[in-house]
């Protein structure tokens, strides 16, 4: 047995094997440092030239992305400090959908920032008081800065500018491509009143083969399985909708059937075959051409189904057949009936097709306007089509976004310029030990142009001090143009990022580093030992975390 | 002071990043694609391929090959898949595919070597991508007219097939697989030519059967009774077992006298006989089920001189529906002669060791059976892959009626064009260009250097000759010269080219994005249940 060594301080109350740290040395610049390390990871992802980061995660999937929010969720990160940025960074994510990246620079050069005022004696509670009272500040000149207002939302050209910033980042040769596609989905599913648009209206179904810009949307929605019975395409279609399995009813008591002599025997199949037909047949009298159902299609239904030309379709997501019905107009029915005419759906084409090498059922509501609208995403390899799923995502958030807040400010980099030389200045008139705080604020929000320019191999500082030059004489909305490496107004070359957007980023990137900084002692536990933690099973849907 | 470094990723946790990670990403790809060059064109040669089970595949389709291959390191699944995704969207040119995306990586490092940006890299090359499927546009040439139209099929069958194993009977087999797809109906379902593999004969004693072939099904005494040949055959489909068997799963008797059990067995032994006389009733003299057809149902048959099979599989009894019509049924109750199928010609023949029946001269006929003969094995198995290519090939020219010159002349012409187009752009991105220009000669190139010819030499010729606007000169492996493949009649889809262009681009743009690597260490699977925290 091991010599027991007399443990001192924390130590003492602890198992065997926990940390601590305390202190502005041990833990605030230990935190920082984490979090900055965190930061130069994933900084080379900003921007519309950051490039992709191939992060292979805890089950072995493949991720080929430069989204933050995916990169930081993929990566395991273990650093309670650095943690905290992520959530901030998710945070983000749920409230806009985008500009993840941005929270996490910001915050740790907020930090990096800090980290040089603490080597100068400040403490860290005031360096937090100071980043607040600048951030305060900074969110009372953003509205100043708004340059316009998104005024059409039904436009398809309008709203194609307004998301081509948040693609570009993402996905930045094809752009064009997809801010069409998003816009004109967005289009067909906002309803009059746009501030009840819906992200889940907008489906996304990924094929194999073919190239990005072969990528299509449709009104309507696409499912990769093919149907059940023998039709296979039904224009101008009724339909009906179960949620349950279009098959016999079993009885949920254990029961046997008793037979008690030769006659019923003989009878008992005949009857079975006869109430089938008879319920199909109803089905069939109301108009119905299309069955889905959430289940297994029984043999002997399927035949009647055949019989009757109907076709099936069975559906296993419960969320699939919600959004149906909402794409068809339909009513779910519970047990197998035959529906009254209100409660049917309606859709122009409903058909089995070849995409790619894969069968597709599509329900196409050929019209201007619909419920759901489904964009096809075709790509070479799966992680390319993963991302480009990322960047439609994002896209339909800043639409969303744009919905609930139509303000926009010039993008390019050129807000944040514009807000770190107001801040500045007015930091120069507070009177106490925060002036230096709020000084570097104002540096830490450099960090993002300063990031675009590193990103597109240009000379940093260079670039940086061209643009205050350029914004202390009144060009308000001079941003960085990447392709021709020289600086333009972004209002001209239609670059717009979200006022809604920046706002949350500035907030949340903020209030993440005041927290960090006022951490002053960590302790750690002793890890159970174990194995990791095996994370929940999946939910069934891709997407339903946020809906049920 | 001693300070632990700062643990931020888990332990295990593989970070790589920088130009360098570029690089070696490149440098995997390339790794890639060398183990499957050779297998390019006529004289490309296959592989031989023991996977984790012992199981041995020969072939030289690259899809399959990078399948089998189970590549692991990270980037270089890429090209497997975009093997996959070409195999997806066209069925063949998958190993031209790899090959075209390696080289356009491999002209690239330079740039990436000297400091380019990446960014800059993708922006140009995706931009030339769609101008260089501009080109592929205007060159492509529509087919029309009925009798022009299989001619061209044949040529893109042949033309795929000339790569293949079976290359020496590409002419047998081209003709044989358009006609095969011309029997499909408008949707053209990939799963309605069924292929059966026979050991054994020869290569040339494969046929197209026009209806079905299939093996024969198991069967039960008074088989052999059964007539196996009939003319004007009506056929009954059936997913019914045709046996003595419980009516419902958990019914239970209550009896009480000797009679009333008495009563009881001859019921279902009625019920039995009530089906079987439903069926015969209707016409029909052959009789084919999914489920089993027991002792009973087969001397049953027999005795009034009618055929049946059970067990007999899902796709058989598709490809049966699409040929002969009339339905599938789950019931008899219902049976009549509307859903019969018809077909002329029904017969049993031995076909090597193996005894199969033939349904031919079918009344919808929009399935067909390809039967395959063959010596080893492995060398059927390729052949059916072949086939399988040379399918996908028509089926897909057939909806998409243009073709181009094989035998690297598509390519060199898009090389001269897209050269062209690179001096009249100003800047550093003409050097890109004149890059991506430069990459499509490989195809040429590795044909010549699989073929064994002097590979520089013929491209000088080709660069020649499409400099003065022969814009369809390719190779000719045969007289290992330069010539007219349009009119040799070296022909291939253009949707063929236009996908592998495509997805060769989206590789090369999705590894040069890349510049850095996380790989988390892999969690144990197995042994904890999920959703319970660890202890």
Not at chain 1, 288 to 300: C, P, Y
Not at chain 2, 284 to 289: G, I, K, M, T
Request: charged share 25%; proline share 3%.
């Amino acid at each position: 047995m091991a010599m027991s060594i007399p443990k001192s301080g924390y130590n003492r109350f602890m198992k065997e094997g926990a940390q601590h740290f305390k202190g502005t040395d041990e833990a605030v610049q230990r935190n920082i440092e984490a979090c900055v390390e965190l930061a130069s990871q994933i900084r080379s992802a900003y921007g519309p030239n950051g490039m992709n980061k191939m992060v292979i995660n805890h089950i072995e999937k493949l991720f080929v992305t430069n989204d933050a929010a995916t990169i930081l969720k993929e990566l395991d990160i273990q650093h309670p400090a650095a943690r905290i940025i992520i959530m901030a960074s998710e945070m983000q994510e749920k409230q806009v959908g985008d500009n993840t990246n941005t929270v996490v620079i910001l915050a740790a050069a907020l930090l990096e920032h800090a980290a040089q005022l603490i080597n100068l004696g400040m403490t860290p509670q005031e360096i937090a008081a100071g980043y607040e009272m600048a951030a305060e500040k900074a969110l009372e000149v953003l509205p100043t800065l708004v340059v316009s207002e998104a005024k059409d939302l039904k436009n398809i050209e309008e709203v194609r500018h307004y998301l081509r910033s948040a693609i570009t980042s993402k996905q930045y040769d094809n752009e064009e491509v997809i801010a069409d596609l998003v816009a004109k989905a967005c289009v067909q599913t906002v309803p009059s009143n746009s501030f009840n648009f819906n992200v889940d209206n907008i489906r996304i179904c990924k094929i194999l083969g073919s190239g990005v810009h072969n990528s299509t949307v449709m009104n309507g929605m696409v499912f990769k399985r093919g149907a059940e019975g023998e039709l296979k395409t039904v224009s101008d279609a009724r339909i009906a909708v179960y949620t349950c399995p279009f098959d016999l009813t079993q009885t949920e008591t254990k029961g046997t059937v008793l037979i008690e002599n030769a006659d019923e025997l003989v009878s008992f199949s005949k009857g079975e075959e006869s109430e089938v037909e008879a319920q199909v047949k109803a089905i069939a009298d109301n108009g119905v051409k299309v069955v889905v159902a959430a289940g297994k299609f029984g043999d002997l239904y399927l035949h009647f189904l055949n019989k009757y030309k109907i076709m099936a379709v069975r559906l296993t997501s419960k969320f699939d057949l919600r959004r149906l019905c909402r794409t068809i107009g339909a009513q779910a029915q519970a047990r197998i009936c035959a529906p009254p005419v209100n409660l049917l759906g309606h859709c122009d084409l409903v058909a089995v097709k070849e995409i790619g090498d894969e069968n597709v059922v599509i329900f196409d509501k050929k019209s201007e306007k619909g419920n759901v609208a489904t964009v096809i995403i075709r790509g070479s390899s799966q992680s390319r089509i993963d991302d480009v799923e990322r960047a439609v995502d994002d896209a339909v958030n800043t639409y969303k976004a744009l919905t609930k807040d139509a303000k926009l400010l010039p993008g390019a980099g050129a807000v944040e310029i514009e807000l770190s030389r107001q801040i500045e200045s007015w930091g120069e008139k507070a009177p106490g030990l925060e002036q230096y705080a709020i000084k570097k604020f104002a540096h830490a929000l450099e960090t993002l142009p300063k990031a675009i320019a590193e990103n597109a191999g240009m000379n940093a500082t260079e670039v940086l001090t061209k643009l205050y030059a350029a914004h202390v004489g009144g060009q308000k909305n001079v941003g960085i143009d990447i392709w021709k490496q020289e600086l333009m107004d972004a209002i001209e070359n239609n670059i717009y990022d979200l006022y809604a957007g920046k706002r949350s980023a500035i907030k949340l990137a903020t209030e993440a580093a005041a927290t960090i900084l006022k951490v002053d002692q960590i302790i750690m536990a002793k890890q159970a030992t174990g194995g990791p933690k095996p994370r929940g099973p999946k939910p069934q849907d891709e997407d339903d975390e946020g809906m049920a | 002071m001693m300070r632990p470094p700062i643990i931020l990723l888990k332990e295990g946790t593989e970070n790589k990043q920088g130009k360098q990670q570029i690089i070696s990403n490149i440098n995997a790809c390339q790794v890639v694609a060398d183990s499957i060059r050779t297998t390019l064109g006529p004289r490309g040669l296959d592989k031989l391929i023991v996977d984790s089970k012992g199981q041995t595949t020969i072939s030289n389709d690259g899809a399959t090959i990078l399948k089998l291959l189970d590549i692991v390191f990270p980037a270089a699944s890429v090209m497997v898949d975009i093997a996959k995704s070409q195999d997806a969207e066209v069925g063949d040119g998958t190993t031209s595919v790899v090959v075209l995306a390696s080289e356009m990586l491999k002209r690239v490092k330079p740039f990436i070597e000297d400091g380019v940006h990446p960014q800059l890299l993708i922006r140009s090359f995706s931009k030339a991508c769609e101008e260089a499927l501009s080109y592929l546009k205007e060159l492509e040439i529509k087919i029309s007219g009925e009798k022009e139209l299989r001619e061209m099929l044949v040529k893109c069958a042949a033309t795929t097939l000339s790569s293949k194993l079976v290359s020496q009977e590409r002419d047998f087999f081209a003709n044989m697989v358009v006609d095969a797809v011309n029997t499909l109906d408008e949707s053209l379902p990939l799963s309605m030519i069924g292929i059966k593999k026979v050991n054994g004969g020869n290569l040339n004693e494969s046929r197209l059967v026009k209806g079905v072939a299939f093996q024969k099904a198991f069967s039960y005494a008074g088989f052999e009774m059964q007539p196996k040949h009939y003319t004007g055959v009506k056929v009954a489909l059936l997913n019914i077992e045709l046996e003595l068997k419980a009516e419902k799963d958990n019914a239970e008797m209550r009896l009480n006298t000797v009679q009333d059990f008495q009563a009881v067995v001859d019921a279902e032994w009625n019920i039995l006989y009530e089906k079987l006389q439903k069926i015969a009733d209707s016409g029909a003299n052959v009789v084919l089920s999914k489920l089993p057809i027991g002792d009973v149902a087969t001397q049953w048959f027999a005795d009034r001189d009618m055929f049946c099979a059970g067990r007999i599989h899902q796709d058989d009894l598709d490809r049966l529906l699409a040929a002969c019509g009339g339905s599938i049924l789950t019931t008899v109750s219902q049976i009549d002669d509307n859903v019969l199928g018809k077909c002329g010609k029904f017969y049993e023949q031995q076909v090597g060791s193996e005894r199969y029946n033939f349904f031919e001269d079918c009344s919808k006929a929009q399935a067909c059976t390809l039967l395959l003969r063959g010596g080893a094995e492995q060398f059927i198995a390729e052949t059916e892959r072949s086939l399988h290519d040379a399918i996908m090939i028509v089926r897909r020219a057939k909806k998409n009626d243009s073709i181009v010159a094989g035998g690297g002349a598509i390519e060199m012409e898009l090389s001269k064009m897209l050269r062209e187009k690179a001096k009249s752009i100003a800047g550093k991105e003409q050097f890109f260009w004149l890059a991506y220009a430069r990459s499509f000669e490989i195809i040429p190139q590795q044909l010549c250097h699989n073929a064994g010819l002097d590979g520089t030499d013929i491209l000088n010729k080709l660069r020649h000759r499409h400099a003065q606007g022969e814009k369809w000169s390719g190779i000719d492996i045969h007289r290992e010269a330069v010539g007219d493949n349009l009119a040799a009649c070296v022909w291939e889809p253009s949707i063929v080219k236009r996908n592998a262009i495509t997805a060769a681009t989206e590789a090369l743009c999705l590894v040069l994005s890349i510049d850095q690597t996380v790989k988390n260490v892999r969690t144990p699977s197995g042994g904890q249940m999920p959703g319970l925290p660890g202890q």
